[in-house]
C-alpha cells in the first residue's frame, strides 16, 4: 500500500492568493469609507438632537415658572400614569432618538395654520419674557427657537398660527419628546449620496413639553442644523492628510517588507529546492538573507535535509561499489566451481569440494547482504526512549562481559537498539581472540574495551567502513561495526576506535542533552 501524503492533501493557502486577498482588502476600504461616513453623520445628528434637549429643558422650566405664576384656570393636556412617574422622578435623562439610516427627511415646517380664536393672555406675556432670552441665547446656540401653547398655537409668530399638525408638536402635546428631520427649505434636492451621507440640507427638530401639575400646557419647539460631514473633514484636513500620508507611507514600507522578507526568500527556497530536485545542484547554497526569523529556521531545516540526501546518496553510491566489489570474489569462485563441475571426468572427491566451496560462498553472500539490509534500516530507524545499561549487556559463549559503570547506569539509547549495539561489539571481539569485555559509562561516552588482539594504528580509522575486515578468511564480512555505526548516527553518536597497547578499545560518544 503506497501511503498517503498527508502534506499534499492539507490546504493552504498561496502566496498569490495571500496577496488577492490583500487587493479585496484595499478594495474594501471606499465602501467602509462611506459608511463610516454615513455613521458619523449619524454621531452628528445624534450630538444635535441631544443638545436640542438640553437647551429645551432650560426653556421648559422657564416657561412653566412663568406660567406657574400668573393667575388662570390650568390647562392642557393631562399625562398617564407612566409619564407621571417619568416626569415626577428626581432623575429622567433624556437620550437622542434620531437615526439618519431610518428616518426619513420630511418636507420644510409649514408656517402653520391660521386660527380665528384669541389667544390666551397668559401666553403673550409668556411669549413676551421668553422670546427676548431665546433671541439672546441664540447667539451662542444657534439653535431656532419656538414656543406653542398647550394647543400647539406659535406664540412668536404673528397671529399665533397653529402648528399642531405637525407629527413631532403632536408628540409632545400628549406628554413626550419629539424629534424629526426636515429639510431646510423647498429648494432642498438630497444629493445621490444621500441615502448614505445623508448630506446636511437638513435640521434636527425638537420638541419638548412644557409640564404644570402634570399638564402639558405648552411646547418648547428647537430646531438647527448639524454639522456637516464635509465640514468636520474640511476643519480637520491638516490632521487627516498626516493621517492619509501616514497610511499610505506605512503600506508602503509594509509591502517593502513583504517583498524583501516574505516574498523574495519564499522564492529563493523554492529556487533552491527545485535545483537540488532537478540535479542541476548537488549542494544547498544559503540565501542572502531569510527575512523572518521562521523563514531562516526553515531554511536551515531545507538545507539540512538537502544535506542528508546528498550524503544518503553518495553513500547509497559508495555501498553498491562495495557491495559489487564484496560479490565479485564469491561469484567468481562459485561461476569457476560450476565450470569444473560440468566436466565428466571430475572424481566424486572434488566435485564435493567444488559444491562445498559453491555453498560456502553462498552462505557468505548471503550473510554479506543480510548485513548490509540490517545497516540500510538501522540507519534510518528512529531514535529510542533512553534504556538501562545492565539490560543491553550481550550474552556470548566464550566471552565474559563486565560492567564497570554505576549500577543503574542509562544510556541515551533504547534498550532494544543498545542490545544490538553492544552484541555487534562482543562478536567483533570475540572474533579478534577476546575472552574478557568492559563495559563503563561516563560524562556521555560508552567506553567498550577487550583483551583481544587489538587493532593496528592503521586500521583504527577503517574499522567502520563498509566490508573492511582483517578476518575475511574466515568469513568476515566486514559489516559488524558499520551497522553499529549507521545506528549510533541516528542519535548523533560517533564511534572511535582508541589507541591501546593490549586490546581493542571503542568510545561511543553521544551528542549533549541541550
Request: aromatic residues 6%; proline residues 5%.
Amino acid at each position: 500500500m503506497r501511503p498517503v501524503n498527508t502534506v499534499q492533501r492539507k490546504w493552504r493557502p498561496s502566496l498569490t492568493m495571500v496577496v488577492v486577498l490583500v487587493c479585496a482588502a484595499l478594495i474594501s476600504v471606499p465602501p467602509l469609507a462611506l459608511l463610516a461616513a454615513r455613521l458619523t453623520s449619524n454621531q452628528f445628528v445624534r450630538e444635535t438632537e441631544q443638545s436640542l434637549i438640553h437647551q429645551a429643558a432650560i426653556y421648559a422650566e422657564i416657561y412653566a415658572t412663568i406660567f406657574a405664576e400668573l393667575e388662570g384656570p390650568l390647562v392642557g393636556t393631562p399625562l398617564n400614569e407612566d409619564q407621571k412617574e417619568h416626569w415626577n422622578a428626581n432623575l429622567h435623562p433624556e437620550l437622542s432618538r434620531l437615526n439618519v439610516r431610518t428616518d426619513p427627511v420630511l418636507p420644510a415646517r409649514p408656517d402653520g395654520e391660521a386660527v380665528a380664536e384669541p389667544l390666551d393672555s397668559r401666553f403673550s406675556l409668556i411669549a413676551e419674557r421668553l422670546i427676548p432670552i431665546s433671541r439672546k441665547a441664540r447667539k451662542t446656540t444657534l439653535a431656532g427657537t419656538v414656543f406653542l401653547d398647550y394647543s400647539g398655537r406659535d406664540l412668536t409668530s404673528a397671529g399665533a398660527p397653529s402648528l399642531a399638525a405637525l407629527p413631532e408638536v403632536q408628540t409632545a402635546l400628549n406628554g413626550d419628546i419629539g424629534a424629526a428631520l426636515r429639510a431646510r427649505g423647498d429648494e432642498y434636492q438630497p444629493h445621490p449620496l444621500s441615502s448614505l451621507s445623508r448630506d446636511t440640507g437638513y435640521r434636527v427638530f425638537l420638541t419638548y413639553p412644557v409640564i404644570v401639575q402634570d399638564r402639558v400646557i405648552g411646547v418648547v419647539y428647537l430646531s438647527r442644523t448639524p454639522v456637516s460631514l464635509g465640514k468636520f473633514l474640511f476643519q480637520e484636513r491638516y490632521a487627516l492628510l498626516m493621517m492619509l500620508a501616514s497610511t499610505v507611507l506605512a503600506a508602503a514600507v509594509i509591502g517593502l517588507m513583504f517583498v524583501r522578507l516574505v516574498s523574495r526568500p519564499i522564492y529563493g527556497l523554492r529556487d533552491e529546492s527545485r535545483a537540488i530536485a532537478a540535479g542541476r545542484k548537488s549542494n544547498w547554497t544559503p540565501l542572502p538573507h531569510y527575512g523572518l526569523r521562521e523563514l531562516a529556521e526553515l531554511g536551515d531545516s531545507v538545507s539540512t535535509m538537502a544535506g542528508t540526501l546528498s550524503r544518503q546518496s553518495r553513500e547509497m553510491s559508495t555501498y553498491t561499489d562495495h557491495v559489487t566489489h564484496e560479490l565479485k570474489s564469491p561469484v567468481t569462485a562459485i561461476i569457476g566451481a560450476a565450470e569444473l563441475l560440468q566436466d565428466n571426468a571430475l572424481d566424486e572427491v572434488n566435485r564435493a569440494k567444488l559444491l562445498g566451496n559453491i555453498e560456502t560462498e553462498g552462505h557468505r553472500m548471503s550473510s554479506m547482504l543480510s548485513r548490509l539490509r540490517e545497516m540500510t534500516r538501522l540507519r534510518f530507524d528512529h531514535e529510542g526512549e533512553p534504556g538501562e545499561l545492565a539490560r543491553m549487556l550481550p550474552r556470548l559463549d566464550g566471552l565474559k562481559v563486565v560492567m564497570d559503570a554505576a549500577e543503574g547506569s542509562t544510556l541515551p539509547l533504547s534498550e532494544e537498539h543498545g542490545r544490538i549495539i553492544l552484541l555487534h561489539m562482543a562478536q567483533n571481539s570475540r572474533a579478534h581472540g577476546a575472552s574478557e569485555l568492559h563495559v563503563d559509562y561516563a560524562d556521555r561516552v560508552l567506553t567498550v574495551s577487550d583483551d583481544g588482539g587489538g587493532v593496528p594504528e592503521s586500521n583504527r580509522s577503517r574499522v567502520a567502513e563498509p566490508f573492511f575486515t582483517t578476518r575475511r578468511e574466515e568469513g568476515g564480512t566486514g559489516m559488524g561495526l558499520t551497522i553499529v555505526a549507521a545506528m549510533l548516527e541516528g542519535y548523533k553518536a560517533t564511534l572511535e576506535c582508541l589507541p591501546s597497547e593490549s586490546g581493542a578499545v571503542f568510545a561511543i560518544r553521544f551528542r549533549d542533552a541541550s
